[in-house]
């Protein structure tokens, strides 16, 4: 016999759950109680905030294609965690959240803390339950599990009241996690595919999702190379193709570069992998015409539930990535005469590189040009929300062993969250948040997590004193009238580090970057670097003064 908080985690170890991020809460003891006895097999990292959890939770999915879990109490633990169930909805990323619930002999009378999660989540995750018969935590459990890592993988969440936990169960717990294959592409629509291609004059590879594994988008790559066709990825997707390909030509996403936009709106055939058409892989449903687009459309994806949800595509294959990929690797190249066309993208990716000094006393574009050239190959980078994220997501160049974690969410605070999960999955690796001041403020106490668990990873805060994205739609729309984006209380960015036990230091000029990286490298604890930046540097092409002007001069300003 077990009561349910034991049996849950025991389940959770047979699936193979190895981290757990949560806030303890006194509606489910009986599982804390359960993890005392799992060090080592399913650690619980205690997190400072439910946010931080959920968003450590939603990146471990990302960034190992296993559920991230996340435990939080009932009510006000559950609504703080939401923002991290919403942004694994969004990034397509298996999680798993637990929560705490009212015994099942209190439900309907608004007790203490009770929601209905059905109702809350139901709407944000890909599936939500509560348990209410105890020996159903196994069929539950290994539900969830499935539904997190399937066709569109996303977030589950499971309501556990109080009782079902503490009831005591001779139901046996899973013996391990279903193995799930992936629907394999039918030869005669990868044949009807390459004969599109074929006869294609403008042909286009748009790829993202993060349920990549193995070789992942190699075969693509090899297939993309041999037949001189451009690759674009979707919003923040860039890191699962290597952009050093002669075929990687650039993301689709907020703030997309012409050449992109032109890629995508004058192809003639559109080979979409793995991808989900959202608003920014699209320009806003610009690029293509709702509900039957102009190019000739080919969508693979492993859910039936995302083909044909936007756009009417010619061909559609269900098929999971991986196994995609490696059939479309066994094709034969296509041959046409769109190498020029390949080649004007590339040369416009490159050209991306190359900007003007910036008026600040830290110059952004040769901060991330000298990460280019130092920071490793298997670096692991992450960042939060707000236009300072341009400058990990447009100025870094990843490899085939390198990895984004960024929100397709557009949600701010999960970059410091993100850095501390991947550092503990990868504790050997290079592991450099970007943050900007707002957004670092969002999760900035998750630093005592990071202490707690032994997670070392660097964080650079692009301290510029505004919310930087809100600031520049105000300059564009309603210039002179500046209304509730300014900071001007902000902490000691490097005393707080320091006194959460992280190397902290402040980066004034662009020719003390280098050195004070080398030594946040170098440091044991982790570090945060507080980065200088003027709010006259908003963009990389384009300063705040000139965004007013230009706003003043179209008769925007009253």
Not at 35 to 56: I, N, P, W
Not at 101 to 118: I, S
Not at 281 to 300: C, E, F, K, M
Request: glycine fraction near 10%; charge should be negative.
């Amino acid at each position: 016999m077990r009561n349910g908080g034991q049996l849950l985690v025991e389940c959770l170890v047979a699936l193979g759950a190895r981290k757990a991020f949560g806030v303890p809460g006194e509606s489910y003891l009986a599982v804390l109680d359960a993890l005392h006895d799992t060090h080592g097999k399913l650690d619980y990292v205690l997190c400072r905030q439910e946010g931080g959890a959920s968003f450590m939770a939603a990146a471990f999915g990302k960034l190992t294609g296993q559920p991230g879990l996340c435990m939080v109490t009932r009510g006000p633990g559950a609504t703080n965690a939401a923002i991290g169930v919403h942004t694994a909805m969004q990034d397509s990323v298996p999680m798993i959240l637990f929560v705490g619930q009212v015994g099942t002999d209190m439900k309907g009378r608004e007790a203490f803390q009770e929601l209905d999660y059905r109702a809350v989540f139901g709407t944000m995750a890909k599936w939500a339950v509560e348990i209410d018969r105890i020996e159903r935590i196994p069929e539950i459990l290994a539900r969830a599990w499935s539904t997190a890592i399937s066709g569109r993988p996303g977030p589950v969440v499971v309501a556990l009241p109080e009782d079902m936990l503490t009831s005591m169960t001779d139901a046996a717990p899973l013996r391990g996690p279903v193995e799930i294959t992936e629907p394999h592409p039918d030869p005669a629509a990868m044949e009807r595919l390459r004969e599109m291609l074929a006869g294609a004059e403008r042909p286009l590879i748009l790829y993202g999702g993060c349920n990549w594994k193995g070789q992942g988008t190699r075969p693509i790559q090899r297939f993309a190379e041999a037949s001189d066709i451009p690759v674009v990825s979707v919003f923040r997707y860039q890191d699962q193709f290597d952009n050093h390909s002669p075929s990687f030509c650039g993301e689709a996403g907020v703030g997309m570069m012409p050449h992109v936009k032109a890629l995508i709106r004058e192809a003639d055939v559109i080979l979409a992998i793995n991808a989900r058409f959202g608003e920014n892989a699209t320009d806003g449903y610009t690029l293509l015409d709702v509900p039957q687009p102009r190019q000739r459309l080919i969508h693979v994806h492993g859910s039936d539930r995302e083909i044909g949800k936007v756009y009417c595509p010619e061909l559609a294959i269900q098929s999971g990535p991986n196994a995609f990929a490696e059939a479309l690797g066994a094709l034969a190249p296509v041959k046409g005469r769109w190498g020029a066309w390949r080649a004007e993208g590339r040369v416009a990716y490159e050209a991306g590189f190359d900007l003007p000094d910036l008026p600040s006393p830290v110059d952004m574009g040769k901060v991330c040009a000298h990460l280019r050239a130092t920071l490793p190959e298997d670096m692991i980078v992450t960042n939060g929300a707000g236009n300072f994220a341009i400058w990990s997501g447009r100025f870094l160049k990843f490899g085939p062993e390198a990895r984004l974690l960024a929100p397709q969410s557009g949600a701010m605070g999960y970059g410091v969250p993100a850095a501390i999960a991947a550092k503990l999955v990868h504790p050997a690796k290079t592991v450099l948040c970007f943050a900007g001041d707002g957004d670092f403020q969002m999760t900035s106490q998750e630093l005592a997590s990071a202490a707690q668990a032994g997670a070392q990873p660097i964080i650079l805060v692009l301290n510029n004193g505004i919310y930087g994205t809100i600031r520049a739609h105000q300059e564009r729309n309603y210039p002179t009238r500046v209304s509730g984006t300014e900071m001007t209380a902000n902490p000691d960015f490097a005393a707080l580090a320091r006194a959460y036990g992280f190397h902290g230091e402040r980066v004034e000029r662009t020719e003390d970057f280098a050195a004070a990286f080398e030594r946040a490298l170098a440091s044991p604890t982790g570090a945060v670097l507080d980065l200088v930046i003027s709010p006259e540097a908003l963009t990389p092409r384009q300063t705040l003064s000139q965004m007013r002007e230009g706003a003043l001069a179209a008769g925007k300003g009253r």
